[in-house]
């Protein structure tokens, strides 16, 4: 009889972390060296890799938020970062996904990404409106930064392909065609500090200009939908700013096929708050991942059942 129990014990132990344990290899889909999204998914995969039991992670460099999107379209096991204007273009199948609708859930509201206009003195480009004949960076192809883009030098009264000579590159391209007085401008969408635009102010012989536009947010929002807030980046997060950039923001969330299993989904976003300090130790706008900015409201996605599982077992209510 004790042998018996003792056989049981064994297999129930073994069976237990069987399903803790499940095997899984995840592809995270970041964006450009250059960004904040490629350092911080590089931070998630060692955390997941190291702390689930079962899962292996590796981040990808890609162009970004569309990019990204794209790859969770495959159904293939793809976490990725995006924008949420990008990811409800995707959601509806409009705009760059048209016609082809990708079955997303949101795992977690990442932080805010700031709508970042650059030049630098001597290029003239002092507002918006100086944008027209000049030669314009909008961000490289297959990123969220080009999507918004568009929107915010049309609703500048703008037209992106008859008022200036654009330019498609990701943000470490564009500083240092910049440098190169290849182009006079470009735009970038990220968090802070975003380490390519560090870099361009901290240059010497380079005084960094970040033109506002902030006049923009309430046009944006009328057509796409409430998406966009008027924002600041502080006047100390690059070197030379003159004062506070008044700029536009769109939040980043966290995005998986809705085909992810619930267990998965809940290790993934129960790890990154468990380990949130590995995290902001890569990266600080790793402090934004807080449970109080974790709302619906925040993402036009629905949550996946396994963030909904691990949000109501920390009390967080989504509103």
């Known amino acids: 009889m004790r042998k018996?129990?003792?056989m049981l014990a064994l297999a129930a132990l073994i069976a237990m972390p069987a399903i803790a344990q499940e095997k899984v290899n995840i592809s995270i889909a970041t964006g450009g060296t250059g960004g904040v999204y490629y350092p911080m998914g590089g931070g998630l995969a060692n955390v997941l890799s190291k702390f689930v039991p079962g899962m292996s992670a590796t981040a990808e460099v890609t162009g970004g938020s569309v990019d990204n999107l794209k790859l969770i379209g495959t159904g293939k096991p793809y976490v990725g970062f995006s924008m949420t204007d990008a990811a409800l273009d995707a959601y509806k199948g409009?705009?760059?996904f048209k016609g082809q609708k990708v079955p997303l859930r949101t795992l977690m509201i990442l932080y805010p990404n700031r709508m970042h206009v650059v030049s630098v003195e001597g290029m003239g480009v002092n507002s918006m409106k100086d944008l027209k004949g000049k030669r314009v960076s909008t961000g490289s192809p297959g990123?969220?930064?080009?999507?918004?883009?568009?929107r915010v030098i049309e609703a500048a009264g703008l037209d992106k392909d008859k008022d200036m000579k654009r330019e498609r590159l990701g943000v470490a391209e564009s500083v240092n065609a910049i440098k190169d007085k290849k182009i006079d401008a470009f735009f970038w969408v990220g968090g802070l500090p975003t380490a390519a635009v560090t870099d361009l102010a901290a240059t010497p012989g380079i005084k960094i200009k970040m033109v506002d536009h902030a006049e923009t947010v309430a046009g944006m929002n009328k057509k796409y939908g409430n998406l966009y807030i008027e924002d600041v980046i502080p006047k100390t997060t690059y070197s030379g700013m003159q004062a506070d950039n008044k700029q536009a923001t769109v939040m980043n969330i966290?995005?998986?096929h809705e085909s992810m299993s619930e267990q998965t989904a809940y290790n993934i976003v129960k790890t990154i708050f468990d380990k949130r300090d590995d995290m902001i130790a890569v990266h600080k706008e790793s402090e934004n991942f807080k449970y109080e900015n974790q709302k619906t409201a925040a993402t036009p996605i629905p949550f996946h059942p396994g963030a909904l599982k691990y949000f109501k077992e920390k009390?967080?209510?989504?509103?």
């Open 94 to 96: 409009e705009d760059k």
């Open 143 to 150: 990123s969220a930064t080009e999507v918004m883009a568009f």
């Open 254 to 256: 966290l995005v998986v």
């Open 315 to 319: 009390g967080v209510k989504l509103q």
């Open 4 to 6: 018996l129990i003792n």
